[in-house]
């Protein structure tokens, strides 16, 4: 059985005077909040470091496995899971280049964490599907009933696939940019890539993955056409 989280956020704090053996190193806590009370609910799941220079030499590359047990262990959805890495990766890189770049002494600490909700009781999931099929929302002054559909996530469309924007990848330099954010993996001379309308490049293989299940962006959520 997986679990859903409600939410996947992400703190951090920069010790400018740690012990010498966390000294240069980045050290990551993952914990799981199962209510609104993170003195009582909130347990630590996972804890795990390494030096900086080893996630800087290879940023574009570095994948995170040492979250992978969430899956196992914890049962968490893959979905979230990959979130917090992206999302990791996304704050190290920012944390690293804007505010300590001068500071190699230091000590970079993240905190991750998975928050859950209970699952609703039958009488609070009739309660809320009632309320849902009776909630309207207003678009351009004009009051449209809302459909449940418009929030699944759907295939894409066949046609929209084959229409989509595809180049071969030929840049010589690297940048935080110049990585699928599917697979965490550099992209390579010679390798098609695919860019969506809204701007966001990912391994052709990833996103016609991606888009066997979903049909919008995995970045920023643009919907693009969707299977009936």
């Not at 449940?148 to 180049?167: G, N, V």
Request: net charge negative; aromatic share 14%.
């Amino acid at each position: 059985m997986e679990f859903f989280a409600d939410k996947v956020s992400l703190d951090h704090e920069i010790d400018y005077n740690p012990k010498p053996e966390d000294t240069g190193k980045i050290k990551v806590y993952a914990s799981i909040l199962m209510s609104e009370d993170p003195i009582r609910d909130c347990r630590t799941v996972l804890e795990f470091s390494l030096p900086a220079k080893e996630f800087w030499d290879s940023f574009t590359r570095y994948q995170w496995e040492q979250l992978d047990c969430l899956e196992d262990d914890e049962h968490l959805n893959l979905f979230q899971v990959d979130s917090a890495r992206m999302e990791l990766t996304t704050r190290v890189i920012d944390v690293m280049f804007f505010s300590v770049s001068n500071s190699p002494d230091c000590a970079l600490l993240f905190y991750i964490t998975f928050k859950f909700s209970p699952p609703p009781t039958i009488e609070e999931y009739f309660r809320n599907r009632r309320s849902l099929e009776e909630t309207t929302i207003f678009e351009e002054d004009m009051q449209v009933p809302f459909d449940e559909s418009t929030i699944r996530f759907r295939p894409e469309s066949k046609f929209a696939i084959e229409s989509l924007s595809r180049k071969v990848y030929e840049k010589a330099t690297t940048s935080c940019s110049d990585i699928c954010t599917i697979c965490f993996t550099e992209f390579k001379m010679g390798e098609r890539i695919v860019t969506l309308p809204c701007g966001h490049e990912f391994d052709n293989s990833c996103i016609l993955e991606w888009f066997a299940t979903n049909h919008v962006c995995p970045l920023c959520r643009f919907e693009l056409p969707c299977e009936n």
